[in-house]
């Protein structure tokens, strides 16, 4: 990340000009990315399910949405693992 970039990113947070990045942030500091990541996989589910029968979307918007949850689902189940091997690594 150049120095430019960092710079307006910080800036975004700050002055809530961006405020889903501002709430995001304050999410990740409160919660951990983990956590986040998770309740995104739990809601990327739902979303998935909603998706297929809403008639309302047209076939590129259903494939759109249909594609981030499934990465979002992957990359929760793998955070899941990977806590869960931590967990037992650290309890064992």
């Known amino acids: 990340m150049l120095p430019e ?3 307006a990113f910080w800036e975004a947070i700050e002055t809530g000009s961006d405020p889903l990045l501002s709430v995001l942030h ?3 500091e409160k919660w951990g990315l983990p956590a986040l990541i998770m309740c995104l996989g739990d809601i990327a589910n739902v979303l998935s399910e ?5 008639h309302h979307l047209t076939p590129d918007q259903r494939g759109l949405i249909l594609g981030a949850c499934a990465q979002v689902s992957a990359l929760s189940d793998q ?3 990977e806590l869960e091997h931590l967990a037992t690594k650290n309890n064992g």
């Open 5 to 7: 970039e960092r710079q």
């Open 26 to 28: 304050t999410l990740v």
């Open 50 to 54: 909603d998706a297929e029968d809403a």
């Open 79 to 81: 955070m899941n693992a």
